[in-house]
């Protein structure tokens, strides 16, 4: 996906950015409105995350002034006002969610899912792995056109691994990527969704290998 | 009433007056507790029924009742300084006098408030009995001619048949009566007609009275045909007389003589005078008329006008005019 | 409330007071006036009865008469009950009368008050001169009379006086206090207009008023403007402050996490991990400490509106799925509709986000939140470890955490706020065990 980060903190910005790289998207950054306005007016984006306070100007009149322009890109604003009245109002101007600084992650990409789940949009997003069509967006997972129903993280476990089919992924990378950073879980519990996984993909040409030593890996039959 | 024994014509001589009475009497009462002094003009036969319910209603008191006539009361007040409690007289300006000139007492109650305005004068004198001057007719002497109504009526016969009526008039001596003095003075001030009528009178020969009772005498027997303002009362007091005679209230104006009680400020015990008075008054007051009261009588007014005719110099001249029209 | 005397009651008891001299002077003037006219009628009086004798005197052949008129005396019978004395002299003679009744010798056209015969008599002297046996002689005519008409005459006009007076005082009074209710009711009308204002309403008060009022009216707006304006720079400053707070914690975080990703070394992803642990107790304490401020501030001025408990909770649940997706935590919704009760809305919405957030940091993996509001009742149940017997009764004291959360960050704010909510509104928060195992409830139950 396209992303623009809208956030004057640059040190901020360089952190958000890369984590949002790591997880596949392309990532456009602007410093200040007047930046974030030319790389609207010369690109699509598929999502902005907006922050309030920049430096010439309040992030809410960017927003209502994309919205009066029938610009329907969708707009998570980051937040370090928590106070529900802030929040509701940025919904009301036109947002679709929005995020209190300093926010999780894991809790960031869970709602830049959800929202493009919502906003779904013209553009399918179906990713053929063998005779897995995999939607990243609606989250769904089909083997010869039959829907396999999974977890949240064991969907999240197979997304990390259809976005690098060959990688090898080692057991410590899997849980920076499924679990947040303040939760405790040990490596053992990659193994138990691995082998959930695996049990989900049975009967299909894609399987998880275990590389030992290493970590695991998406093969296709 | 038969509680007590009174003694009615006990003639007890209880005191010399200075001035002359005509009678006197102690109605007595048992047990007595107060004594009542009345000076009165009326006669005490007229009085006694009124003074025994007085004392059957108030068994204790007693009453002593003088008459005389009504200048001697007056004198034996002003002048004497008589001790009495109440003064009744049918000299309602004598009476007015001694109550002007400081000599009666106020005094209020629920019985004088049944005394119309005109029958109270400062809560001093109390009229109880209202009677006519009126013309007393001879029956015998009026057969075949029609009475006289008024004193125009009068004036007008005696002007027409001055032969028949000549020396068959009476009236007052106004010299000597006061009753007549009044009535006479009243009318000279009432209508224009008095002079006339008066001269008139005298051109005929006139006979003068002291008193009505003698007028009304002659009056029956014929003596005389006309009696000119004679106390009405009186005359239809002698029930004996009523074929004899007629009496004719005046129908243009009849004028009446108030006979008033005053409560003396020589008065002893003056809440029993008090007590008197409220009887008579309630008896005189305290039903509504027996029969109606004709427009033409007029009452004569209470007050200090009645003062003037008592000046002496008013008296003088008034007198001497009328001895003037009387005499001829 | 320090109260010093009250406006209408001073303004009646001055305009009662100045009504009272008033009507007291009008008695008086009333009274004296009349008592003139009275005493001048019966002088009036007295004369023309002294006249008309005085008329009636003649001289007839070389002697004095006199004729006195019987309305000279009747007349004053007409007027009153009083006693009448009067005597007729030519000069020291008399001629006729009450001869010892006392005048004013030489004097003509004179009203005097005397005593005669031990009583008050006005009296009242006319006299002439009179052409006798060739000599100018002197007529005089004395009326008098006793003064019992008059002063029956003067007591009704006391009487009449003082009703005058009364009526007067009354219906000045009535004024009075009519006056004195209608020059307070701007004040009240103001009082009463910003009672009236909700709990957010610095606007300037413009109701129209006395030229009298404006000064404290511009005062009053004037403290209005500066209250508006401290408001506004708390608030300014609370958002300053928390901004100046996250945005570096956010920095650090952000970069921590993309340095956790980077890192194998167990130990170095331990450091990393606890520091991040670190940031975030600090930014929920700094959250949750704003919170606190917040519901503390608004719970002096309750904004009242229609909610609706049920709508709240949904809307909570949607926003916290995601979230709790993340850790495969289900939402198991049940809202009865039906309740409704008048509330704050940005309190209510703190209280339950508290309550929900809660209990999806409390629960385990794969476990699910039941969330059911049945009118105005929400009861939020999750399987994590649950309320130590023993906790219970403190948990919503400040800042106190269950013996059994172990490392999950938490400030303990969440349910001492949340508890505050509820009794801003009269309401209640109680904690209970799951019935169905193991798991906390909570339950916030607001009156309608």
């Not at chain 1, 036109?94 to 209190?100: F, I």
């Not at chain 3, 009628?41 to 008309?52: G, K, P, R, V, Y």
């Not at chain 3, 610095?202 to 408001?231: G, Q």
Request: hydrophobic share 45%; proline share 4%.
């Amino acid at each position: 996906m396209r992303l623009l980060l809208v956030e004057d903190n640059a040190r901020l910005a360089a952190a958000i950015s890369d984590m949002l790289v790591l997880d596949g998207h392309a990532v456009d950054h602007a410093g200040d409105l007047a930046t974030a306005r030319d790389f609207v007016d010369t690109a699509d984006y598929d999502l902005i995350l907006l922050d309030i306070m920049l430096p010439d100007g309040d992030g809410r009149v960017f927003l209502q002034g994309l919205r009066k322009r029938a610009l329907d890109v969708p707009v998570i604003v980051l937040t370090a006002r928590s106070e529900v009245s802030d929040r509701v109002g940025v919904l009301d101007l036109g947002a679709d969610d929005y995020l209190v600084k300093p926010f999780d992650f894991s809790e960031l990409e869970a709602r830049v899912r959800a929202v493009l789940r919502r906003r779904g949009g013209a553009r399918s997003n179906v990713q053929r792995i063998g005779d897995i069509a995999f939607d990243r967006l609606a989250g769904t997972l089909e083997v010869a056109d039959e829907r396999i129903d999974l977890r949240n993280r064991e969907l999240r476990l197979f997304e990390v691994f259809a976005a690098n089919p060959n990688m090898i992924f080692s057991k410590t990378k899997l849980v920076d990527r499924l679990f947040s950073a303040d939760e405790d879980v040990s490596e053992n519990a990659i193994e138990v969704y691995v082998g959930r996984l695996r049990k989900h993909l049975t009967g299909s040409a894609v399987t998880i290998t275990t590389v030992r030593g290493v970590g695991y890996r998406l093969s296709i039959l | 009433m038969r509680h007590f024994i009174f003694a009615i014509l006990m003639w007890m001589p209880v005191a010399v007056f200075a001035f002359e009475i005509e009678s006197e009497a102690l109605f007595e009462a048992e047990n007595e507790t107060a004594r009542l002094r009345i000076i009165s003009s009326t006669d005490e036969a007229v009085f006694a029924p009124i003074i025994a319910q007085f004392q059957s209603l108030n068994p204790s008191i007693s009453v002593y009742y003088v008459v005389a006539s009504s200048a001697e009361i007056s004198k034996a007040i002003s002048q004497e300084n008589e001790a009495f409690d109440i003064a009744i007289s049918s000299a309602m300006d004598l009476q007015t006098k001694l109550a002007n000139d400081g000599f009666a007492l106020q005094h209020i109650s629920a019985a004088t408030a049944l005394v119309p305005a005109w029958g109270n004068w400062r809560n001093s004198v109390f009229t109880f009995s209202q009677e006519p001057a009126t013309f007393v007719l001879s029956n015998a002497a009026f057969e075949g001619l029609e009475m006289p109504r008024t004193r125009q009526d009068l004036i007008s016969l005696l002007r027409a048949q001055p032969d028949r009526f000549d020396g068959k008039i009476g009236t007052y001596d106004v010299r000597t009566s006061g009753l007549g003095y009044l009535f006479a003075t009243q009318d000279s001030r009432t209508s224009e007609t008095f002079w006339r009528l008066t001269e008139l009178m005298g051109s005929l020969g006139a006979k003068l009275y002291c008193c009505s009772s003698q007028m009304i005498e002659d009056v029956s027997t014929g003596k005389i045909a006309i009696a000119y303002n004679v106390l009405g009362s009186y005359a239809a007091a002698r029930t004996d007389l009523a074929d004899a005679v007629t009496i004719v209230a005046p129908q243009d104006y009849t004028a009446m003589m108030l006979r008033t009680a005053v409560i003396l400020k020589t008065a002893t015990a003056p809440d029993v005078a008090g007590l008197f008075v409220d009887h008579l008054l309630r008896g005189a007051w305290g039903a509504p008329p027996a029969k109606e009261v004709a427009e033409y009588t007029r009452p004569i007014p209470l007050g200090p006008g009645l003062l003037v005719f008592l000046d002496r110099l008013k008296r003088r001249q008034f007198l001497a005019e009328w001895t003037n029209a009387i005499e001829q | 409330m320090n109260k010093r005397g009250s406006i209408l009651r001073r303004l009646m008891l001055q305009l009662v007071g100045a009504a009272a001299v008033l009507a007291a002077i009008l008695f008086v003037l009333f009274q004296s006036f009349a008592r003139q006219l009275a005493i001048e009628a019966q002088d009036n009086t007295l004369f023309a009865s002294a006249s008309a004798i005085l008329e009636s005197v003649s001289v007839q052949q070389g002697e004095v008469n006199v004729d006195i008129p019987y309305a000279a005396l009747s007349m004053l019978g007409n007027v009153s009950d009083d006693r009448v004395f009067y005597r007729i002299g030519m000069g020291a003679v008399p001629l006729t009368g009450y001869d010892d009744l006392p005048g004013k010798p030489g004097a003509d056209a004179v009203s005097w008050t005397d005593q005669y015969r031990g009583d008050d008599l006005r009296m009242v002297q006319v006299s002439r001169a009179l052409s006798v046996a060739g000599t100018l002689r002197d007529v005089t005519v004395v009326v008098g009379q006793t003064q019992g008409g008059l002063a029956q005459k003067l007591a009704q006009i006391s009487r009449m006086a003082i009703f005058i007076g009364a009526i007067y005082f009354v219906v000045a009074s009535l004024f009075a206090y009519w006056t004195a209710r209608s020059t307070v009711r701007p004040l009240n009308a103001v009082a009463e207009a910003v009672a009236r204002r909700g709990p957010l309403d610095l606007r300037p008060v413009t109701k129209p008023v006395p030229s009298e009022m404006a000064p404290l009216m511009v005062a009053l707006n004037a403290f209005i403007s500066r209250l508006d304006r401290s408001l506004t720079r708390s608030e300014d400053f609370i958002v300053e402050a928390a901004h100046r707070v996250r945005t570096p914690l956010a920095t650090v975080r952000a970069q921590a996490e993309v340095t956790l990703r980077r890192v194998d070394r167990q130990e170095n992803r331990n450091a990393l991990k606890q520091m991040i642990r670190a940031v975030d107790e600090s930014s929920r304490a700094a959250g949750q400490l704003l919170d606190h401020a917040m519901v503390a501030f608004r719970t002096d001025h309750l904004d009242q509106q229609a909610l609706d408990l049920g709508a709240i909770a949904a809307e909570v649940v949607e926003r916290q799925t995601p979230v709790a997706a993340l850790k495969d935590i289900t939402f198991d919704v049940d809202i009865t509709a039906g309740g409704g009760f008048n509330g704050d809305a940005i309190l209510i919405q703190n209280a339950v986000t508290n309550l929900i957030d809660n209990a999806v940091k409390y629960s385990p993996q794969e476990t699910t939140i039941t969330v059911s509001v049945k009118g105005n009742s929400l009861k939020i149940c999750d399987q994590g470890p649950g309320f130590p017997a023993a906790d219970i009764d403190t948990l919503t004291d400040r800042f106190a955490r269950g013996t059994n959360v172990g490392n999950t960050v938490g400030s303990g704010l969440g349910l001492t706020i949340a508890h505050e909510v509820a009794l801003a509104h009269n309401g209640a928060l109680t904690l209970s065990q799951n019935p169905k195992g193991t798991g906390a409830c909570v339950t916030l139950s607001l009156p309608s």
